[in-house]
């Protein structure tokens, strides 16, 4: 199973991104998916999660509002759009996948496979 995140940048405070993740090797549409990050000297920490089917979405508080996960069965892919960035938001931003179709912990020790993280940078 392969987890290929994409889309990370840098970008000025305020700005928009859209991060990327394409799953191989699995049956992207049995299992839902999640964005984690973890900037430098933290914790990873969830930012958002939605089930097998696209119908239902959990956001950590942090980003709801400015945050939008979404996904694309027919092309194995999740996507994370990002707006109103600010330099807090700077992180690795992980995406995994879950070993549930619906949205569970949210927590990184259930998640079953991980992407290698891509880099978003916000400067002030």
């Known amino acids: 199973v392969q987890l290929q995140a994409s889309g990370g940048g840098l970008v000025q405070a305020g700005g928009s991104l859209r991060l990327a993740c394409a799953v191989s090797?699995?049956?992207?549409?049995?299992?839902?998916m999640s964005w984690f990050r973890q900037a430098p000297g933290e914790e990873r920490e969830f930012v958002a999660a939605?089930?097998?089917?696209?119908?239902?979405?959990a956001y950590a508080t942090s980003v709801k509002g400015r945050f939008t996960i979404s996904r694309d069965n027919a092309k194995n892919t999740v996507y994370l759009q990002m707006t109103s960035l600010q330099p807090e938001d700077t992180a690795v931003y992980y995406c995994?996948?879950?070993?549930?179709?619906?949205?569970?912990?949210?927590?990184?020790?259930?998640?079953?496979?991980w992407g290698k993280g891509t880099l978003v940078t916000v400067s002030s």
């Open positions: 995994a996948s879950d070993n549930e179709k619906t949205i569970a912990a949210m927590r990184p020790e259930f998640m079953d496979y």
């Open positions: 090797g699995r049956a992207f549409n049995n299992y839902a």
């Open positions: 939605i089930n097998w089917a696209g119908t239902s979405t």
